[in-house]
């Protein structure tokens, strides 16, 4: 069957050598029908997430449940899913919270259900979804409804939940309440979107380069700021929302999305916040990036907080199916995410478009 397999040294190959095995009882065959190109796939090839070779990669898309194992109860063929990377547990502390990214089995389980030409080949994220079939984990397959079009709802699991969730179950942002958010790509679009569904008062899009503002205006931002017309950031956004006279820099906003992974923007991110506001960590840094900051004047004096969150802190039964069905009235903007679907075998078309910074998102077609 046809596949992107990663063969390291930033080498990806196209290939219809690429096997999978049947499913176990507890899991499912997908036929891919779109999936997503993230930054994350990016970052395997240039090796900023180390990764073991060879490996079926991608890890955002949607398609058609086609097998299902013995005991697999929740989902049958014909069911159109969006998968989740997180094949946790069900059953652990962190689950029964409802904190399926803090399940110790959601992260590092890397197992080998694929063979390229003849070699056992690693899944990627628990997901693959490059590959014209894989196979996952039941908890994995989120059945969505089926009028809800496969090349917009395959972003829902990644690009989509990443920054929607941040806003929505990592900081629960309130009505009336201010934001900035770093970097508007696939993620931080969908932080702007979650924002205006929470009610926020202003929501501030900081990007640097110019022909991003009219898309960030389109999912709800209320004010634009592109960071290399400016002197500090920080500065600017405090124009916009000065906070009065007064010790240790009053004024800014109540949160920032930080959703580049550069680590100096997230400096910038924690420097913009009002007194109380907290900053939010989304964007994945190099694995060695460090943060400086003064505790007195950054955290403990003005009630000041930071975050991190991993994968919009999803709970991916629910919040996808409740993503889809906004999308449906016309309150979640999918189909504007994809700036271009693209033929399978195009993937290093993807590729040069991403670094051309030409694409909110780019979408494989199966
Ligand atoms: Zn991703
Ligand atoms: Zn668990």
Redesign the pocket.
């Known amino acids: 069957m046809r596949g992107i397999v990663f063969v390291g040294d930033g080498q990806a190959v196209v290939t219809d050598e690429l096997e999978v095995r049947a499913p176990a009882a507890h899991e499912v065959v997908v036929k891919m029908v779109n999936a997503g190109v993230c930054h994350s796939d990016l970052s395997v090839l240039d090796g900023t997430i180390p990764f073991p070779t060879p490996c079926a990669m991608g890890h955002e898309g949607a398609g058609i449940v086609e097998e299902v194992g013995a005991a697999v109860t929740t989902v049958t063929p014909g069911d159109h899913v969006v998968i989740s990377t997180l094949a ?9 919270r409802g904190f ?1 990214t ?5 992260i590092g389980n890397m197992t080998r259900p694929f063979t390229y030409q003849g070699t056992p080949t690693f899944n990627f994220a628990a997901a693959s979804c490059f590959s014209e079939r894989t196979v996952i984990d039941a908890i994995q397959a989120v059945r969505i409804d089926p009028s809800v079009p496969l090349s917009s709802a395959c972003l829902i699991g990644c690009g989509v939940i990443t920054g929607m969730g941040a806003v929505l179950n990592r900081a629960k942002v309130a009505a009336g309440e201010t934001a900035a958010v770093f970097g508007v790509g696939g993620v931080g679009l969908n932080a702007i979107q979650a924002l205006r569904l929470s009610g926020a008062a202003r929501v501030i899009a900081i990007d640097t380069l110019p022909q991003k503002e009219a898309l960030a205006r389109q999912f709800g931002a209320t004010d634009w700021i592109n960071a290399t017309e400016v002197d500090s950031v920080a500065d600017a956004v405090r124009d916009l929302l000065p906070g009065g006279k007064g010790m240790y820099n009053p004024g800014g906003v109540d949160w920032a999305f930080e959703c580049t992974g550069v680590p100096k923007v997230l400096h910038d991110a924690l420097d913009c916040l009002e007194w109380g506001g907290n900053a939010v960590a989304v964007g994945v840094p190099p694995a060695s990036a460090q943060l400086e900051k003064s505790i007195f004047t950054s955290f403990v004096y003005i009630d000041k907080g930071i975050m991190g969150c991993r994968y919009g802190t999803a709970r991916p039964h629910h919040d996808f199916p409740m993503i889809a069905e906004l999308y449906l009235r016309g309150k979640v903007l999918l189909d504007e995410l994809v700036s271009q679907v693209y033929p399978h075998a195009e993937f290093h078309t993807v590729l040069d478009d991403m670094h051309q910074g030409k694409l909110a998102r780019g979408v494989l077609q199966f």
């Open positions: 946790n547990c069900g059953r652990c502390s962190a689950c029964a399926p803090r399940c110790r089995s959601s």
